[in-house]
């Protein structure tokens, strides 16, 4: 199993409140992933990053914010949760990023409640 | 605007029997399909992929036939055991020159129920 730390598991916040998720990764990949999960649309990617401090936007980034300062961590931030952000995070890693066919390795995820 | 669509939510189908699951793309650039197996409480794990040069790949129990004219790929299980049971994503990524940096689509998932 690919080296992927989430944390934490569970969640449950208040509206407003800032949350921040966690990803390390013991395999030393240069490419992470935030994706999210929610029923009818698979999961979405949130931010990349393809490498220490770069960093880019996904398809539904709006009202999330990431970081990566070391190779083996990926910050997930909600900087004012809303109960639209509920979901199942999920985090992923690749060696190659898209150079060569190979595929992403997934965390067991986080799920976020907002009340 | 879902550029990958698993249409079937679900499929059931008996032990020792063929489970076939569908996925439709309508982006042209996508060159390198996946397939994901997931169950509860876990993160998706990598299944099965295929590369656009190719039309169908091999795994065991597995196989991945990919239709580049049709937009359409799927994913033969033989023979299905209960263990199969799970939610079953088709992803894809434009892969050509690196430039997407390897980012996935997903489809929207179909729950494989295998009846003992």
């Known amino acids: 199993d690919a080296g992927i730390t989430q944390s934490p598991r569970h969640k449950v916040t208040e509206t407003g409140t800032p949350v921040t998720l966690r990803c390390h990764q013991t395999e030393n990949h240069r490419y992470m992933y935030w994706y999210r999960q929610d029923p009818g649309h698979g999961l979405r990617l949130i931010h990349y990053?393809?490498?220490?401090?770069?960093?880019d936007k996904g398809e539904v980034s709006d009202g999330y914010s990431v970081s990566r300062s070391k190779t083996e961590d990926f910050l997930l931030t909600l900087e004012s949760a809303t109960s639209s952000q509920t979901s199942v995070y999920f985090c992923?890693?690749?060696?190659?990023?898209?150079?060569?066919?190979?595929?992403?390795?997934f965390g067991d995820g986080t799920r976020l409640s907002i009340l | 605007d879902q550029q990958v669509k698993q249409n079937s939510p679900s499929l059931s189908v008996q032990e020792g029997r063929i489970s076939i699951l569908n996925c439709d793309y309508t982006?042209?650039?996508?060159?390198?399909f996946l397939w994901y197996k997931k169950y509860p409480a876990e993160g998706p794990t990598f299944l099965i992929s295929i590369s656009s040069i190719k039309d169908k790949n091999e795994d065991g129990r597995f196989t991945v036939f990919l239709n580049k004219s049709a937009k359409h790929l799927s994913l033969h299980i033989v023979p299905s055991q209960p263990g199969d049971s799970a939610v079953y994503f088709c992803?894809?990524?434009?892969?050509?020159?690196?430039?997407?940096?390897?980012?996935?689509?997903f489809g929207q998932g179909t729950i494989l129920t295998v009846h003992p």
């Open positions: 992803a894809a990524s434009v892969n050509a020159g690196g430039t997407s940096y390897g980012k996935l689509t």
């Open positions: 982006n042209s650039m996508f060159d390198y």
């Open positions: 992923a890693i690749s060696e190659v990023g898209g150079w060569g066919n190979q595929p992403q390795h």
């Open positions: 990053s393809y490498g220490v401090k770069d960093t």
